[in-house]
């Protein structure tokens, strides 16, 4: 059985990706190179921001992005409560407050009500979550910054490519973070994107993403004989490796491909599981495309013998690895504590957390093991039913 496991996530390899990094060890660019500048070119041109500034995480693109913007301590900044922790470490950075809001029932993206009521005199900045590639309301958060002076930094880790409103993610708030992260949907091992229309925020971010330098590593070794630096910033170590962008260039290039392999299981899956009354699944408006890097589906506690712990266990025992996204942050003793946050805040991101649970959604999943999961996810729920 263990050989017909289908993992949670495997990443698409073909021999695009291992030639370009091969390419990259041979000549000897190892760290930011040319081929980490031509990635940055050619994610510009597909995404169609004015600026993108490739570093090692989605963290460090957060951070530099926060950093940017003059983030101070005391200030506030506000984030869903269901994402990963790296959306609201990046306020503790500064010493700043991440305030953690509920999110949507529909979409388990964050509540415009529960900004709304969020909004001080400390707030700085929004940090909406397009949760699973599903991108936020964001012509109603747009709305909010504006009307406070608050600055838009999109966590869109899930969100290539995705789009609002027929304008691509990446294009839409003041700021827009993605990550290269392995699982994710353009995987370079590590890395991540800072996407901007806003030439003092871009400068400011590719100064301090290399130690607070004024000329990045690519132009200083390069032009001739310029072996002379300034450094106008304590800055950080956060450049992008021409050995991940070698892996991102070669993935930039299937993009689309790799996108309509994922919303074809996402719409196998819709058509497998739409009449089966012991599970939801979640929706998405006609008005935004969403990347398809997350597939929840919602389980009826309620009509079922089992929990969702017992469930992801169960699909496991059958060859299937499912998994949750996310524990919300208030439930992880740091938040919980520091914050002095209580469940009972958050009735929405508790209503999901108890369900939710995240399918295989990988490009190169198989017809047979897309209905494997189908009919494994129906068997075992139909036979706990109450
Ligand atoms: C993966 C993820 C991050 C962090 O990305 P890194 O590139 O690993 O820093 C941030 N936010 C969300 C929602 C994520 O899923």
Redesign the pocket.
């Known amino acids: 059985m263990l050989k017909d496991f289908i993992p949670f996530h495997k990443p698409y390899v073909t021999d695009d990706e291992i030639n370009e990094v091969v390419d990259s060890i041979k000549t000897g660019w190892w760290t930011t190179g040319p081929k980490a500048l031509k990635f940055e070119e050619q994610f510009k041109e597909y995404i169609g921001s004015k600026h993108c500034l490739a570093v090692n ?6 951070h530099l992005a926060l950093e940017s913007i003059n983030l101070k301590s005391g200030d506030e900044v506000i984030v869903p409560a269901f ?2 922790t ?2 609201a470490e990046i306020a503790c950075y500064f010493n700043a407050k991440p305030v953690i809001v509920d999110v949507q029932p529909d979409s388990f993206n964050i509540s415009v009500e529960a900004i709304e009521k969020s909004i001080t005199e400390k707030t700085r900045a929004i940090i909406p ?1 397009h ?1 699973g590639g599903n991108p936020c309301d964001m012509d109603e958060i747009i709305n909010l910054a504006e009307n406070n002076n608050l600055k838009i930094i999109e ?1 869109a ?2 969100a290539l490519p995705a789009s609002y409103k027929g304008k691509k993610i990446g294009t839409v708030g003041d700021v827009t973070c993605f ?3 392995v ?2 949907t353009l995987a370079t091992g ?3 994107m800072i996407c901007t229309d806003d030439d003092d925020i871009a400068k400011r971010c590719s100064v301090m993403r290399l130690h607070g330098i004024n000329k990045d590593s690519w132009d200083r070794y390069t032009s001739e004989g310029s072996w002379h630096y300034e450094v106008i910033a304590p800055g950080f170590k956060y450049n992008f490796t021409d050995i991940s962008a070698a892996l991102g260039l070669a993935q930039l290039k299937k993009i689309d491909f790799l996108h309509q392999s994922r919303k074809r299981i996402f719409e196998k899956y819709n058509e497998g599981f739409k009449d089966n009354p012991l599970l939801k699944i979640y929706s998405i408006k006609n008005d935004r495309e969403s990347s398809h890097h997350l597939y929840p589906v919602l389980i009826e506690i309620e009509k079922l013998k089992i929990n969702r712990s017992q469930f992801i266990e169960e699909l496991k025992n059958h060859g299937i690895g499912a998994s949750v ?2 524990i919300p942050l208030y439930r992880h003793p740091y938040y919980r504590d520091t914050f002095n946050l209580n469940a009972k805040n958050f009735p929405v991101s508790e209503y999901i957390y108890e369900r939710v649970t995240t399918l295989p959604i990988w490009p190169g999943m198989s017809e047979l093991e897309i209905s494997k999961v189908i009919d494994v996810v129906n068997i075992v729920l139909n036979k706990h039913k109450k």
């Open positions: 995480s989605w963290t460090a693109a957060a994402t990963f790296a959306t979550v949760y966590d880790a899930h990550s290269f992260y699982t994710k590590e890395g991540g996204h996310f």
